[in-house]
């Protein structure tokens, strides 16, 4: 089996600061990568250059596309990314506001993807929308509401309904229970946990969380001042942390 994912040498640098240097990993079909660092450790920018957000200065990115294998994404037309990122990939923003239409309501902004891929029929697109409401906890019936009528820790919820409708194989997300209260992110983790390992999703998951990491992702990324410091087996480096960063992240944990 080859890898979905395949990074190699990632570089990017904002004048003189470095947001990311000589990152690379290989992601396998059905596993979870948890980037961690505290703020400023360079795990944003690298979220940004995965996505094509933003244009790495040196390294390549390599994705399996369906039917043509590892293809560098810098060789991709525009059009041929926009495809990508709205069918077989998704995008979990911070803010769910950021990654979801405000002006339409729930169900189109489940359905918008949906259309994406060809769906043309109004009545399977709504029974889809209304389907995957209900996977995600939130009341069908509530279809026609917009985004703003929900809680954010809904809003969430609707925005990874969103980007999981098409069942893309890739999922990248930005702190995706940052901002909400504890007893809706670990409900919201459950969710996430469920959804993953239900469809067997290749995620890539940025978190200062190493509880939100513990819980979802099978391997860790630590990064520090733009570089990777260690990486592993999740409960191993959670565990039995190598690098004194790594150590210095378990310990400010273990004293809260």
Not at 36 to 65: C, F, H, P, Q
Not at 168 to 190: F, K, Y
Request: glycine share 10%; charged share 20%; net charge neutral.
């Amino acid at each position: 089996m080859n890898p979905l994912l395949q990074v190699s040498g990632l570089t990017k640098r904002y004048g003189a600061r470095i947001g990311c240097a000589d990152v690379g990993f290989s992601l396998w079909p059905g596993e979870v990568l948890a980037v961690v660092g505290e703020s400023g450790s360079g795990k944003s920018t690298l979220l940004n250059l995965l996505s094509t957000r933003l244009a790495a200065d040196a390294g390549t990115i390599e994705y399996a596309l369906l039917g043509r294998g590892l293809t560098d994404m810098a060789k991709l037309s525009e059009a041929e990314r926009r495809w990508l990122l709205r069918t077989d990939w998704g995008f979990v923003e911070q803010n769910p506001r950021d990654g979801l239409r405000m002006n339409v309501s729930a169900g189109a902004n489940v359905g918008e993807r949906l259309m994406a891929t060809g769906a043309r029929h109004y009545g399977q697109i709504r029974s889809t929308a209304q389907d995957w409401m209900a996977r995600v906890e939130l009341d069908p019936a509530r279809i026609d509401e917009l985004p703003a009528q929900f809680s954010g820790g809904m809003q969430q919820r609707l925005q990874i309904a969103r980007n999981l409708v098409t069942k893309p194989r890739l999922v990248l997300m930005d702190e995706p229970t940052a901002g909400l209260d504890v007893s809706v992110q670990a409900r919201l983790l459950d969710l996430l946990r469920e959804l993953v390992t239900s469809f067997g999703l290749a995620a890539v998951i940025v978190t200062h969380d190493l509880a939100v990491a513990r819980l979802l992702a099978h391997r860790l990324l630590v990064m520090k001042g733009g570089r990777v410091v260690e990486t592993g087996l999740t409960d191993q480096v959670l565990d039995d942390p190598q690098h004194p960063y790594t150590q210095l992240l378990v310990s400010s944990i273990l004293q809260v």
